[in-house]
């Protein structure tokens, strides 16, 4: 059984960064995409980065371009996310997610990924 794991949330000031990271424990779990989304009060979950494991490509949602990053490390089992010049509207809870038969053209369906983490909270004040 997989297991995601994330850490890193927190209280932020808007401008200030965040780093949240993710891993993958249990059987070994070729993933095909590593994804982080979030979830605001009174709204859907939505999509907020992907990485693919093979070649390393990173697919942004427009709100974090420029300010977000996500990364693996070499084993591929921690994926990074982290978070520069954050504002107010990104607070959510944000939820780990990976899945082995992921295509590209759906990476940024939530409904694509089959292993979730539990979420952790980002609360950023103005």
């Known amino acids: 059984q997989v297991q995601l794991l994330e850490s890193g949330g927190g209280l932020a000031q808007a401008g200030d960064s965040l780093r949240l990271s993710c891993v993958a424990s249990?059987?070994?779990?070729?993933?095909?995409?590593m994804g982080w989304f979030r979830q605001a009060p009174g709204k859907e979950r939505e999509f907020v980065a992907a990485?693919?494991?093979?070649?390393?490509?990173?697919y942004y949602a427009d709100s974090g371009k420029g300010r977000f990053t996500i990364s693996t490390d070499n084993a591929k089992s921690t994926v990074t996310l982290q978070m520069n010049s954050l504002k107010p509207e990104d607070t959510a809870v944000y939820y780990c997610?990976?899945?082995?038969?992921?295509?590209?053209?759906?990476?940024?369906?939530?409904?694509?990924?089959?292993?979730w983490g539990q979420g952790t909270q980002v609360t950023v004040s103005s």
């Open positions: 990485i693919r494991r093979i070649g390393g490509n990173t």
């Open positions: 249990g059987r070994t779990f070729d993933w095909r995409f």
């Open positions: 997610a990976a899945g082995t038969g992921i295509i590209l053209s759906a990476l940024r369906d939530a409904g694509a990924y089959t292993h």
